[in-house]
């Protein structure tokens, strides 16, 4: 049987494997020919043809194989779980409902956080990398070694379940570009004198694929470049220690569910979640019973920020600074994201409020100055936020971008959830430490503030671009407004923004957007108009942060009734279709939305519309 490993450097003691954390946060999978007993097997095994039998209706896993091992791991640990609730109608929800409901939920997630605070889980989803993986690992001569017959017959059972389809076909002006290149320059170049400039170059590419290799501990920023940087150590020298440092760490991008074994984007989403989880956990104000789960998360984010900035000239090397950012996954990863660095700083921030003898000790006020330093460093001119570094280039580019399968790659292009991630991150840093670099703060969130204004589309929404889709920008583009001060009163944006997502509502009470508004850049319900738990999600703390609750709380009432008859018999939420995107048509799995945003969005909504209007009857 697989098993998931965690936090663990391997078996064998890799002399080729480093990590600048103890590989805390590090998920991998192995697989053991005498673990499990035949029941546990057979439950694989039906889970497995489950998967089958019906991937043309649900085409996404439910990451049943690491539910089943935690449930046997941690058996001990789960309490009973209250009473399920269902309700016919919204006049049923009260408080004491929608408490039970994420009492169940937190008890249920909580059985899913490994011991060192994150939560593993499946990010898959681009069918592309898993080829390019195995055709690269036959160039070199590793693939038996490294996907042997347990891994092969895994890869195919996830190839046969799942097919792709072609975007973004490349334009006429490459075939003419790329044609001359192979015909003419290609020749040329390998000619003297014109070999010397080549050579020069084959030499400064090998020495930033180096660079890169070893500032992230040979996990590289994404599954394309690391494949690609293996063949290309590979090439230099087949026995080169680049080459082996490479291959044991091919096993953090592979993760194995019930519909095969995938590759990942990256090493996981380990950091982000984990930023997500915190807030969502807090807004239920349920605190002193789920303290444990808070502390082993704080203990997470305090050990994944990363330490140092990349050696060397950055300037030289292309890069941005990193001391004091969150990264994605886990810091051997070594790139902090600008939404990232905001999130975990939210995170840390909201923890340093809390009881040390709950949470455990607040991280170190200078580190947060470092993460409040990489986010204002991270601002474009025009006030907006891309991901990784400074937008450096023009859209222009996108006439030579070579990929079949992605849009916008060629420059990172600045986007609502980068800067309303930081806007939002920097105004929480600002109540606790008013103090420190408060001009320059403050001038950041109105420059940021000013791009979201200007980037909203005219029906009110804002696309997004790292989430399905609409829906999701615009929760982004209305906790950022409102971060920066804006208000449903003051801001014609924020009550646009509001008036989109109302109108987007379905007869159900819960919003379902397709991945195809993500391809084509129109608002498309999914099939059927049926409601997503993590698009309601979404929807209702969009609304609620914009005071719905306030103006009309029926919407809300209705959301709330979705969300809460669709949590499962054990706590858990139904996994439904794929809610992560990335360059308008790469899907990818975000497997802990499922519970992250039904308990967000129902704390949320027990705290600031339950609660609230018990108190405003009360006082009447």
């Known amino acids: 049987m697989w098993r998931l490993k965690v936090s663990e450097g391997g078996r064998d003691g890799n002399p080729w494997l480093t990590s600048v954390n103890n590989h805390i946060g590090r998920q991998f999978w192995e697989f053991d020919p005498n673990l499990g007993t035949p029941k546990e097997r057979a439950q694989v095994e039906k889970a497995r043809l489950e998967f089958r039998n019906n991937r043309f209706r649900s085409e996404h896993s439910s990451d049943l194989l690491m539910r089943l091992q935690f449930a046997k791991e941690k058996e001990s640990d789960q309490m009973e779980l209250p009473t399920q609730v269902k309700i016919k109608s919204e006049e049923e929800i009260n408080e004491e409902v929608v408490t039970t409901t994420l009492r169940r939920g937190l008890r249920f997630y909580s059985t899913l956080q490994a011991e060192d605070g994150f939560w593993p889980g499946d990010y898959g989803g681009p069918l592309f990398l898993l080829p390019g993986l195995v055709i690269g690992l036959s160039v070199t001569g590793a693939l038996d070694e490294i996907l042997p017959h347990e891994h092969s017959k895994e890869i195919r059972r996830y190839l046969y379940n799942h097919q792709e389809d072609l975007y973004y076909p490349h334009p006429i002006l490459q075939d003419v570009l790329w044609g001359c290149l192979h015909k003419v320059g290609e020749p040329l170049l390998m000619r003297w004198p014109l070999s010397n400039l080549r050579q020069k170059a084959l030499t400064t590419v090998m020495d930033h694929i180096h660079y890169e290799d070893e500032n992230t501990q040979y996990i590289c920023i994404g599954a394309v470049n690391k494949v690609l940087n293996m063949i290309c150590c590979w ?55 789920y303290g444990s789960v808070l502390k082993k998360a704080h203990y997470f984010i305090k050990n994944t920020q990363v330490r140092r900035d990349s050696y060397g000239i950055l300037r030289y090397w292309y890069r941005h600074i990193s001391k ?29 409020r809390m009881p040390c003898e709950i949470v455990g000790e607040a991280i170190a006020a200078d580190e947060l100055h470092d993460a409040v330093n990489v986010v204002l460093s991270l601002q474009n001119s025009n006030g907006g936020f891309a991901s990784y570094e400074l937008t450096r280039s023009y859209a222009w580019l996108e006439m030579i971008n070579p990929a079949e399968t992605f849009a916008d790659t060629m420059i990172d292009y600045q986007y609502v959830e980068c800067t309303s991630a930081a806007v939002e991150g920097l105004n929480a840093f600002m109540k606790l430490y008013p103090g420190h670099r408060k001009k320059e703060i ?179």
Request: overall charge neutral; hydrophobic content about 35%; glycine content about 10%.
């Open 235 to 289: 090439v230099e020298d087949q026995n080169s220690e680049a080459y082996k440092c490479h291959l044991s760490r091919i096993k953090d991008y592979l993760w194995v569910a019930e519909d095969g074994m995938k590759m990942q984007g990256s090493n996981g989403s380990q950091c982000w979640d984990v930023a997500l989880a915190v807030q969502a956990i807090l807004s239920t104000n349920l605190v002193n019973e």
């Open 324 to 352: 004091g950012g969150w990264p994605f996954s886990t810091p051997d990863n070594g790139w902090p994201a600008s939404d990232c660095t905001a999130e975990g700083l939210k995170a840390a921030l909201l923890l340093s």
């Open 442 to 620: 403050e001038a950041c969130i109105a420059k940021a503030v000013q791009f979201i204004e200007s980037i909203q589309l005219p029906d009110g929404s804002w696309y997004g671009s790292w989430g399905v889709c609409y829906t999701y920008g615009t929760w982004f583009g209305i906790k950022g407004l409102m971060a920066g001060g804006k208000t449903y009163q003051t801001s014609n944006s924020i009550r646009r923004a509001c008036h989109f997502l109302l109108s987007k509502q379905l007869d159900s009470g819960g919003w379902g957007e397709s991945f195809l508004s993500c391809q084509n850049k129109v608002y498309t319900n999914l099939e059927g108009n049926k409601p997503h738990i993590v698009n309601t999600g979404w929807a209702m703390l969009a609304l609620i942060e914009a005071g719905q609750g306030e103006r009309d709380p029926i919407p809300l009432h209705g959301a709330a009734k979705v969300l809460i008859n669709s949590q499962m018999e054990n706590g858990d939420f139904p996994q439904q279709q794929i809610m992560g995107v990335f360059n308008k048509n790469c899907m990818i799995s975000y497997s802990a939305y499922r519970n992250i945003f039904p308990i967000w969005a129902l704390g949320e909504y027990r705290n600031r519309v339950l609660v609230l209007h018990k108190c405003i009857n009360q006082r009447k």
